[in-house]
């Protein structure tokens, strides 16, 4: 017995929710039963047992103000899987036995409402296992048809729905005796065996979904440690170059000078595209950290115009900073800075010579609004509508810049919406693109 | 000026390159191709500075132990830690784990590397 009380949910049904459901669903039935049964007594006056059906009726109220009760304040809404599977037998079986008397007093099998057992049956079939919803079907369909025989026999009196139904009424009895039983059985079984199939459905999905996660994060890593392994030759031929061209390795033609150089620019790139790879696998595994920190913007912005002032000297590109020192933004430092490091490093990559490049933050209301502003290559509306997809680069900024990967915007999309924030963009071709990112503003308390 | 600094990497090619950029800025240069040798030389050549990397054959997290090691025996010895794991994040550490003074990724720009030396010997 203490197997069929058990509850046979997913692990994803909320069955307080549940509870609270059914105790809604009662008011409501209660409030119905109510209603039907004062406008019978009032416009209709039928010879029904009207006091018995106005107390089953009270009896529905208190009992279920007991049960909202019981739930509600005594047990705050907090219920053990054991109490809960006690705390729905008895609901259900108290419902089973109210709603049998109801419609036992108003006509029996006359009455429609005979079929609101289907309902009961697949509430009963949502929450427990077969063997029990089999149970209390064959229960039922053992009371329906006993009780069917025994009016027939006379042994219980007949409650007749209308005056003078019975004749008809006991003449038909049999058929819908068979109708109702059949009803109650197949609703039994159809209700397990579909949430059965559903189920074995929901746990297949759960299982695919499961194993391409932790493929997805195995690529992940593999690519994090990979590129990785890469910065370390990269490296050593930085210094190489660097030795030519510093002299250390004796005098070179300006010819051996200038292909180095240009090679050690071909290099510069390579990291840059390594780096990109490094942030976008980092943002795919799961150790992306949610904690919101808050975090000096000026800093940040101070930290990453001075990581990009070579590339910007070499263009003659002023990076413009506005921001106030008391800025705090809800980001951690890693996301920070490869939002701010992606989207200044566009900025310098595709405007052209002497032009100017602006970084600015202000409040407004409870975000922190990031602009950068340039006057570089910009974007058609139809480019715009695909920047943030991974491996995306316009034609012309595949023209301007040979080497990229084209994952910088996918990636700051991610960091952005991993901290809460959004981004907008506003770009017209020639003139130059300005992105907005708005940070959630961090908690004044604290860092 | 100059000063005593001690590369601790096992990729020669980076203790030639970076070793000989860093000589010809001035500095006397030591350099290690293992843990083991560079904590023999720490105790040898009493540096000024250890350059260190954090990434070795044995194990991916080496220098770490290495840094806590020198730390030890040498309390305020600087150490710098110049490493190909780009990102502080991508290996959960902190620059406090591995007590180091610095940290930078390679490739270093020189520039950039000669200031931090300086600053760290007072120059």
Same mark, same amino acid.
């Given at each position: ?45 039928? @010879? *029904?047992? $009207? ?5 089953? !009726?009270?009896?529905?109220?208190? =009992?279920?103000?007991? %049960?909202? #009760? ?68 064959? @229960? *039922?369909? $053992? ?5 069917? !025989?025994?009016?027939?026999?006379? =042994?219980?009196?007949? %409650?007749? #729905? ?71 030759? $990269? ?213 | ?123």
């Amino acid at each position: 017995m203490t197997r069929l009380a058990r509850l046979d949910v997913s692990e994803y049904t909320n069955l307080a929710n549940v509870a609270r459901w059914f105790i809604l669903l009662r008011w409501i039935a209660a409030a119905g039963v109510l209603l039907v049964l004062g406008t019978a007594a009032i416009a209709f006056r039928p @010879a *029904l047992p $009207l006091p018995a059906l106005f107390s089953l !009726a009270g009896i529905l109220v208190i =009992l279920n103000l007991l %049960f909202h #009760l019981y739930f509600a304040v005594v047990k705050r809404g907090v219920l053990s899987k054991a109490e809960l599977g006690v705390f729905f037998n008895v609901q259900i079986c108290t419902d089973y036995l109210l709603l049998f008397f109801l419609v036992y007093l108003t006509g029996f099998l006359e009455n429609p409402f005979t079929y609101f057992f289907v309902f009961h049956i697949l509430l009963t079939a949502y929450i427990f296992s077969a063997d029990l919803v089999f149970l209390y079907v064959g @229960a *039922l369909v $053992l009371v329906f048809a006993g009780t069917a !025989a025994a009016e027939f026999l006379r =042994l219980v009196p007949h %409650f007749p #729905l209308f005056p003078g139904s019975g004749p008809a009424y006991f003449g038909e009895l049999l058929p819908r005796t068979i109708g109702v039983c059949a009803t109650l059985a197949i609703c039994g079984y159809l209700g397990t065996s579909i949430r059965k199939k559903l189920e074995e459905k929901a746990q297949r999905v759960e299982i695919e979904l499961d194993r391409y996660k932790s493929l997805d994060r195995i690529k992940s890593n593999f690519l994090l440690q990979v590129t990785h392994e890469l910065r370390g030759p $990269l490296a050593a031929v930085n210094g190489y170059h660097e030795m030519i061209t510093r002299g250390i390795t004796g005098a070179v033609s300006p010819k051996t000078l200038e292909a180095v150089e240009r090679a050690m620019r071909r290099t510069d790139n390579l990291l840059t595209m390594i780096d990109e790879m490094i942030d976008y696998a980092y943002m795919q595994t799961d150790r992306v950290p949610f904690e919101p920190v808050r975090t000096a913007l000026r800093e940040l912005i101070e930290a990453n115009v001075e990581l990009l002032a070579p590339q910007a000297q070499a263009k003659r590109i002023r990076v413009e900073m506005k921001c106030a020192p008391e800025l705090r933004v809800c980001a951690s430092r890693d996301l920070g800075n490869i939002i701010i490091s992606n989207l200044l490093s566009n900025a310098v990559k595709y405007s052209p010579q002497g032009s100017t490049v602006v970084i600015s933050a202000v409040q407004e209301a409870a975000e922190v609004c990031l602009e950068v502003k340039d006057q570089g290559i910009g974007m058609t509306p139809e480019e715009m509508q695909h920047i943030f997809e991974e491996f995306y680069r316009t034609r012309r900024a595949r023209e301007i810049e040979r080497d990229g990967t084209g994952l910088g915007l996918s990636i700051i999309k991610k960091s952005v919406e991993a901290i809460g924030g959004r981004i907008t963009v506003a770009s017209q071709v020639d003139k130059g693109t300005t992105f907005h990112i708005y940070f959630p503003e961090g908690e004044r308390d604290g860092r | 000026m100059g000063g005593k600094i001690l590369i601790i990497d096992d990729d020669s090619d980076i203790l030639e390159t970076t070793g000989s950029i860093l000589a010809h800025e001035g500095f006397e240069i030591h350099t290690a191709d293992s843990v083991e040798r560079g904590l023999e030389l720490t105790d040898k050549v009493s540096p000024d500075i250890v350059l260190l990397d954090i990434m070795f054959p044995e194990s991916r997290t080496r220098g770490f132990d290495a840094a806590r090691e020198i730390r030890s025996r040498h309390p305020h010895l600087p150490i710098i830690v110049l490493t190909a794991i780009n990102r502080e994040y991508a290996f959960d550490f902190t620059k406090e784990d591995i007590k180091a003074v610095e940290f930078l990724n390679k490739p270093v720009r020189t520039k950039k590397l000669v200031e931090l030396i300086r600053r760290h010997l007072g120059g």
